[in-house]
């Protein structure tokens, strides 16, 4: 803030009759780059630097009993409450998925090759053991009723879903969810 002596005795002033601003200053402070905190100083300074002593004294008077309402925290704020995860037999997620797997195909029918390739279970494929198969996927098809080379409706769809979800014990979609898993060197 310079070395304005009536600023000087007026912080004093005011960090004296409500500690509060004290430690709003350390949280403020503590975000800052010695650039900016150089800014506010010189922007400070700048903004009293045509103030009569009786002005600063009044102003110090104002913010020493103005009550203080500490900034929250990251602690604080209360998170907002995420959605809930959709579990693979929600409604809304399988029509969500029926309509992207029908978008897949030049006919808009949802094909095997179209199932396959919906995200969850793209991210469940692989090679290892535990990993979900291209035969599991064209066994949950046919379980389903649904000819390898042909297309299914939104019931045909739903049966074979299901039927993925059932190889998951209705976990599907939270196995989908996890990260991928690494292979070490």
Do not use: H
């Not at 004093?12 to 500690?19: E, G, T, W, Y």
């Not at 500490?70 to 309509?99: H, K, N, Q, Y």
């Not at 029908?102 to 053991?129: I, W």
């Amino acid at each position: 803030m310079g070395v304005n002596p009536d600023m000087l005795k007026m912080s004093m002033k005011v960090m004296k009759a409500n500690p509060g601003v004290i430690k709003m200053a350390q949280e403020q402070m503590s975000k800052m780059s010695p650039e900016q905190m150089q800014q506010a100083s010189d922007m400070a300074a700048k903004q009293m630097e045509g103030m009569s002593p009786a002005q600063i004294e009044a102003m110090a008077a104002e913010a020493a009993n103005a009550p203080f309402t500490p900034m929250p925290s990251v602690v604080d704020v209360p998170a907002a409450s995420a959605p809930a995860a959709r579990g693979a037999r929600d409604a809304a997620l399988v029509d969500a998925l029926f309509t992207v797997a029908a978008a897949m195909t030049p006919t808009g029918a949802v094909t095997l090759d179209a199932l396959k390739a919906l995200p969850p279970l793209q991210s469940l494929a692989g090679d290892l053991p535990d990993d979900l198969s291209a035969d599991e996927i064209a066994g949950c098809w046919t379980d389903a009723g649904l000819a390898v080379d042909g297309a299914a409706d939104r019931a045909g769809f739903e049966r074979a879903w299901f039927l993925l979800d059932d190889l998951y014990d209705d976990d599907l979609m939270v196995e989908a969810r996890r990260p991928p898993k690494v292979a070490k060197a």
